[in-house]
């Protein structure tokens, strides 16, 4: 049979594919009741357009067309509403840049005419919102009726709460107007798992009534046509004056805001209409290297350094460190997921000590006081409080701390030669001492870190020897023996969880000057080798933290000494995610495409039907005149094996730079293995040749 066909397959990576956002996309101008006097402040948007992570909009031309009766300016990407007479409008916005693709987004606006007044109402009561019981007494702002939802590890102090005669008094029967006041609440205390909500709305509520009050809560309808609907949409599916809302019919049609689907064209459908969830697994690459040094001035009261760094990564991205700079209070710095500075303050108190982020985003800090421990919160508004104080069994030599579940923080101590463990709550709660070893150590930072396994991994310096001593917690709460992790005169250590799962522990090596070196724990539990990093000066002791930031990178802060001047300072790692992301992502169902993925044995793509395709750019070196008999063979890992039979092998070559004339080499393939594929190369120059290689394989993932 002759050739019955040929073509070409294009593929490109998830980044590869620019997108265009508005910062506001749809604005409601308020005005009078005829549609005079709009109120234009916040009618502003700004055009974006982003590959993967990065902004490129600086690269395009940005232009804009204003529909009747609108009227502004545009300044770069951003335009300001200045007039508008009628009662809708839009601003189009078109970016172009030449060679790809254009792009147009609508900024629309309405105006939302004020009604006529009414008559005044009795206020309602408010709700505060959500706190720790712990927490009642300290509340600000309420007043006679006010609601608030109180949540906590004991079963009876959870509830719906309402004030009255300056007490907090449980409502064991809420109306169904204080559930709906409080339902938001009340759903985020059981979602940070502090029971279920017949705990706060009443135990003999049934699931019907649950229903009713929830639907109540949206104000949605159920009418006789089997729809239901909410905000500006009717029984039918009818939206007239184009409100905000939702509709779900009951011959399959719904409607609402970004989405719509007709029953009745469900044969005119494009597939390239409809997005699917897909998995993007790709890899991050530890580089080995580190940016340079840059001083930050923890406190804006003094740029020296009091010593004593804490930080831990939030929920955002971002990293939290707290400190104390010469001859002030404890002060904190957040950076962005990016590693750049964002704000400082100041806090109330002198000590500093061990901080964690709980999934809620808020921030514990646990500040050891001679035989106390005094406990700090931030809240995810960026605002400090005193909450409690836990006594401990004696005085308190050295502290740490870290998040092992969602709600929950671990503390360890060492307090006159004795270790100890207690579990702390994010609602205030907390557990008694439990002693888990013996020991002295030198300095005040005791390092600990929680892998994805469950397990904690606790290292401290030892008051005998300095040397580093390693224990770890399990899962169950069990701990190992005290080991020796680093024979040397260990002064300080911290220790970060990084994204490939290792865990990598950063100290410091006393000496003239003094060393920082990293240790890296791979994700099966095995210590790697000491490797050295950079010198941190001399005199007073130093001090270190880590954390890894949102985009990969590792940030270190350290103290460096001088005499006995001190200062803040940090680095930034290399490391960087691969151009495959990591997580899922909404991709049109059109590809059929339901896994990518990226390692250094190159890129795959998964279909649904079972198709894998792989590719993959290596480069080598071949020596003077190696053929033109056999050549020599190359022979490289797949990034995933294939299933089956053998995959379809393309390979091709081409030199790293131009020759000056006439072939020097050959690529020949060989064949492909499930996991393997190769290629032979010949060379007739009379010189090492630098040589790319390119494969792409199709074959089947099941």
């Known amino acids: 049979m002759g050739v019955v066909g040929v073509g070409s397959i294009t593929l490109y990576d998830q980044n590869d594919s620019p997108v265009a956002v508005l910062s506001n996309e749809a604005h409601p101008v308020p005005c009078n009741s005829d549609g005079a006097s709009p109120d234009l402040s916040g009618a502003v948007s700004t055009l974006s357009i982003l590959l993967g992570n990065d902004d490129i909009s600086s690269f395009y031309s ?146 019907e009534t649950l229903m009713v009050k929830f639907l109540y809560l949206l104000k949605m309808k159920l009418e006789s046509t089997g729809a239901i609907f909410s905000g ?62 840059t001083a930050f001035i923890l406190s804006p009261l003094s740029g020296k350094a009091d010593g004593q760094l804490f930080s831990t990564p939030l929920m955002d991205g971002g990293v939290l460190i707290v400190g104390r700079a010469y001859a002030s209070r404890c002060s904190a710095t957040v950076f962005d997921s990016s590693g750049n500075e964002v704000s400082s303050s100041i806090c109330a108190w002198e000590n500093i000590g061990p901080v964690c982020c709980f999934n809620s985003g808020r921030v514990l800090l646990c500040d050891a006081v001679n035989s106390s421990i005094v406990r700090f919160t931030r809240e995810t508004n960026g605002v400090w409080a005193q909450i409690q104080t836990i006594t401990a069994p004696g005085y308190i030599d050295a502290i740490g701390m870290c998040a092992i579940s969602n709600t929950t923080a671990l503390v360890v101590i060492e307090s006159n030669g004795i270790f100890y463990e207690l579990i702390v709550n994010e609602d205030g709660s907390y557990s008694s001492f439990t002693q888990i070893g013996s020991d002295n150590t030198y300095n005040y930072h005791i390092a600990l870190v929680r892998r994805d396994s469950g397990e904690v991994v606790m290292i401290y310096s030892r008051t005998s020897d300095h040397y580093a001593i390693v224990a770890t917690r399990s899962p169950s709460g ?24 290792s865990l990598c522990y950063y100290f410091v090596v006393n000496g003239n000057p003094r060393n920082l070196y990293s240790k890296k724990m791979d994700s099966s539990g095995s210590w790697g080798s000491n490797s050295h990093l950079w010198a941190v000066g001399s005199g007073s002791a130093p001090d270190i933290t880590a954390s890894v930031l949102g985009n990969g990178k590792t940030l270190l802060s350290y103290v460096i000494a001088s005499g006995f001047d001190k200062y803040f300072r940090y680095k930034r790692d290399n490391s960087y995610f691969s151009s495959i992301p990591i997580g899922n992502f909404q991709t049109t169902v059109g590809a059929g495409i339901i896994n990518v993925g990226q390692n250094s044995n190159g890129t795959y793509i998964k279909f649904s039907d079972g198709t894998l395709i792989q590719y993959q750019q290596v480069t080598t070196t071949i020596p003077a005149s190696s053929g033109p008999s056999g050549g020599i063979v190359y022979q490289y890992d797949f990034a995933i094996p294939f299933v089956s039979n053998k995959p379809c092998l393309t390979v091709s070559g081409s030199e790293g730079g131009p020759p000056p004339g006439g072939a020097r080499f050959e690529v020949y393939s060989i064949g492909a293995e499930t996991t393997k594929w190769g290629c032979a190369i010949s060379s007739n120059w009379t010189s090492t040749l630098y040589i790319e290689i390119k494969m792409m394989a199709v074959g089947r993932w099941k």
């Open 62 to 207: 940005v232009s804009v067309t204003a529909s009747s009766g609108i009227t502004g300016s545009l300044s770069v990407r951003t335009y300001t509403v200045t007039g508008m007479t009628a009662d809708t409008g839009s601003v189009d916005f078109t970016a172009t840049r030449a060679g790809w693709p254009t792009f147009t987004k609508r900024f629309s606006l309405a105006k939302q005419k004020q009604g006529l007044p009414g008559a005044q109402g009795v206020d309602a009561s408010k709700c505060l919102g959500l706190f720790p019981y712990a927490d009642r007494a300290s509340l600000q702002g309420m007043e006679n009726g006010s609601l608030a939802v109180f949540y906590s590890a004991d079963v009876s102090e959870r509830g719906i709460y309402q004030y009255s005669a300056s007490i907090w008094n449980k409502l064991p029967s809420p109306t169904p107007d204080q559930i709906a006041r409080t339902w938001l609440y009340v759903l985020d205390a059981v979602q940070r798992g502090y029971g279920i909500s017949s705990h706060y709305i009443g135990g003999s509520t049934s699931f």
């Open 232 to 293: 500006g949409y009717d029984e039918y599916g009818n939206n007239p004056g184009g409100g905000v809302g939702a509709y779900i019919g009951g011959d399959g049609r719904f409607f609402g805001v970004g989405a719509s689907f007709n029953s009745a064209d469900i044969l005119s459908l494009n597939a390239n209409l409809i997005k699917t969830i897909v998995s993007y697994e790709g890899s991050w690459v530890d580089s080995g290297t580190w940016g340079g040094e």
């Open 478 to 501: 069990s701990w190992s023996a005290f080991s020796v992790l680093v024979a040397d005169n260990v002064l300080v250590s911290a220790l970060a969880k990084r994204p490939d799962k």
